[in-house]
């Protein structure tokens, strides 16, 4: 399982304005895109996704910018994820509407899907935005031999 581009930048970004949280003024997707590395219009999609989905509140005009929602521990990995890529999903016949599986009629497997959703869903969860946001504890430095 590997996440998208777009959500490890959503992750990337979001991460970035949380070290911002506290600060004066606004954020905008042209700082942060310059601090990330994001390309610009990438940025301003994420910025786009994140703000539907409730987790940066902005606002336009002069002196306009966005703005994380909630602190940073209360926003997870999870809720980044699902606001670029939908609800968490290993296979696609977790979804009521899907029926493209040629094994669906079978499958012994399927009903235990959304318990491996979940868990997946729940390690993103226990995941804050805040802890993404801390600088990296140092490595233990290893003595040198003599």
């Not at 070290?19 to 895109?33: K, S, V």
């Not at 994001?38 to 940025?43: D, E, N, R, S, Y």
């Not at 670029?84 to 009629?105: F, L």
């Not at 899907?113 to 140092?138: D, I, M, T, Y």
């Amino acid at each position: 399982m590997r996440l998208s581009s777009l959500a490890d930048y959503a992750v990337v970004m979001m991460s970035a304005a949380a070290r911002h949280c506290g600060g004066a003024g606004r954020l905008n997707a042209t700082l942060l895109a310059e601090e990330t590395g994001v390309p610009l219009p990438t940025a301003q999609k994420l910025v786009s996704r994140l703000s539907a989905a409730g987790l940066i509140a902005s606002a336009r005009g002069t002196g306009g910018g966005f703005r994380l929602s909630r602190p940073p521990s209360a926003i997870s990995l999870a809720d980044i994820v699902e606001a670029v890529e939908g609800p968490i999903q290993m296979t696609s016949c977790v979804e009521g509407s899907r029926h493209d599986c040629a094994i669906e009629g079978n499958c012994q497997v399927r009903p235990h899907w959304g318990v491996v959703n979940e868990a997946v869903r729940g390690a993103l969860a226990g995941v804050s935005l805040a802890h993404l946001s801390r600088a990296p504890a140092s490595p233990a430095r290893v003595p040198e031999q003599v």
